[in-house]
């Protein structure tokens, strides 16, 4: 069964290296019919922040990786938090004092500040027995550190291959802290062995750290995970992609108007790739064809212009009335105008925005006709000129004047205008242009003359068509 575990540590908002990161293990977990662990990395209590852990847990919530056990919380259950478990660690420390794979050492901080070490001497290592107890017993404070004892360990990443490290290299660290917590190091390798994670999935800053972690598993005789190292992300001036530098986190992006699903969907390429080069997908089709096989080893670049793509194929994909829920705070403040149909705009727009803050701007004519120039009903592609425009809006109105409200659609709308075009020798652009023109004094417009007329209603269109007629007799 295959098993991972999304492993934050509550510092802060959520990035997009870490909403990948738990995007990923939640596919390789659901691909292969396994189980998705949340546990919440707290040890270190000060980097600790204010509402973090809410940030991981809604988070979670609203992209829906759905995270599948932890502990019992009142019928509800987890995620499992390590300073909850702070207890469980020391056995598994002192177990490896026994083994001679760690020690005591009770260096003060001032102490090892005046040796000015690059990396720990060894100090307590050489301390008798006898000294050891007598501390302990004295309770003098002390920190448990690991042996790293010499050589090089060689380790396979799934996606960085073989990689070989000098011990020489590594530190002697602390994995129990003097306030009895387990360092983030140490409790990682305890948990992540006791909840029986197969697949390990992190970000390639931690490959140089993976020695000291199989260190451990060999010292204790665990079995060593499998582990899924991701690429690099670089933002868009080729930098790594950090909160530091002010590249957006997650929430950041919900506010500048990101669908969640599409921002999903576009992590998912930040180090994967489609067997089918198809880019539209849903969670579950993610779940389908995401396999470990596929993540690259190149670093990724995170792309506002590909997302922003993405995010308009999401908006086109939601389901009319989804859209149209989604779309009606906006579409509200945008519209006071009380004789048009919300829902039939959302229907107009919803092909023709990446953004829903792209609505107010594209409906602006609905309220008020702007005081619009007539050069606008001129156009050299549809064939008009001021006198065609004048001839076809004077033509249509009597037509459309005559017609019964009940057939004011987009439809018959269409038809009566074609239809006059014809008797006047007119192409259908010509005097397609000037009703739409005049119906939105605008250069462009969601929607052809039909379908603003059957939006605006009768009357409305009747009183514009008759101030296009005005404006083209002054001119
Ligand atoms: N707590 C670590 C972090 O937030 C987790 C690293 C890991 O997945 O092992 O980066």
Redesign the pocket.
């Known amino acids: 069964m295959v098993r991972t575990?999304?492993?934050?540590?509550p510092?802060g908002s959520m990035h997009i290296g870490?909403l990948r990161?738990a995007l990923y293990e939640y596919l390789i977990a659901k691909h292969n019919g396994g189980v998705f662990v949340l546990r919440i990395?707290d040890t270190d209590q000060n980097r600790l922040v204010d509402g973090a852990m809410n940030i991981i847990l809604d988070t979670l919530k609203i992209t829906g990786l759905t995270y599948d056990e932890g502990p019992n919380i009142g019928g509800n259950f987890g995620p499992y938090v390590q300073s909850e478990r702070k207890h469980l660690y020391m056995p598994y420390a002192k177990e490896l004092v026994d083994k001679k794979q760690a020690y005591y050492c009770f260096c003060t901080k001032e102490e090892l500040e005046s040796r000015n070490l690059h990396k720990y001497d060894r100090h307590c290592f050489n301390l008798s027995a006898t000294e050891i107890s007598e501390k302990l017993a004295n309770n003098v404070p002390f920190v448990i550190r690991q042996l790293i004892p010499e050589g090089s360990t060689t380790f396979t990443d799934e996606i960085f291959g073989n990689i070989t490290i000098e011990h020489a290299e590594i530190e002697d660290q602390i994995l129990i802290k003097s306030d009895g917590m387990p360092t983030?190091n140490f409790a990682?390798v305890v948990d992540?062995h006791t909840m029986e994670i197969t697949h390990?999935?992190?970000?390639s800053?931690?490959l140089t750290s993976t020695p000291k972690y199989n260190l451990l598993y060999k010292a204790f005789g665990w079995e060593i995970p499998t582990y899924v190292h991701l690429p690099l992300m670089l933002n868009e001036n080729g930098e790594k992609l950090s909160k530091r530098r002010g590249d957006a986190s997650f929430q950041d992006l919900l506010d500048m108007g990101y669908l969640p699903q599409a921002i999903i969907n576009y992590i998912a390429f930040l180090g994967w790739s489609s067997p089918d080069n198809r880019e539209y997908f849903t969670l579950p089709e993610l779940v389908e064809v995401f396999e470990i096989k596929n993540i690259s080893k190149a670093p990724s670049l995170f792309d506002h212009k590909k997302l922003a793509w993405m995010n308009g194929e999401h908006i086109k994909k939601l389901p009319t009335e989804d859209f149209y829920q989604l779309a009606l705070p906006t579409l509200k403040q945008a519209i006071k105008a009380n004789f048009v149909d919300l829902a039939a705009i959302a229907n107009i727009v919803q092909s023709r925005i990446a953004f829903l803050h792209e609505i107010p701007e594209l409906v602006d004519f609905i309220d008020t006709l702007p005081n619009y120039e007539t050069a606008l009903f001129i156009h050299k592609k549809m064939k008009t000129d001021l006198e065609i425009s004048q001839t076809a809006l004077k033509a249509i109105l009597p037509v459309y004047e005559n017609l019964n409200e009940s057939t004011w659609n987009n439809e018959t709308l269409y038809n009566a205008a074609v239809e006059c075009g014809k008797s006047l020798n007119l192409k259908n652009s010509q005097i397609l242009w000037p009703i739409r023109t005049a119906l939105s004094g605008k250069p462009s417009s969601p929607g052809g003359a039909s379908e603003l007329c059957e939006l605006l209603g009768k009357p409305e269109t009747i009183r514009r068509i008759n101030i296009g007629i005005a404006k083209l007799g002054e001119s």
């Open positions: 575990r999304f492993a934050p540590s510092t870490n990161t990395e983030y990682n992540d390990v999935v992190r970000g800053e931690y």
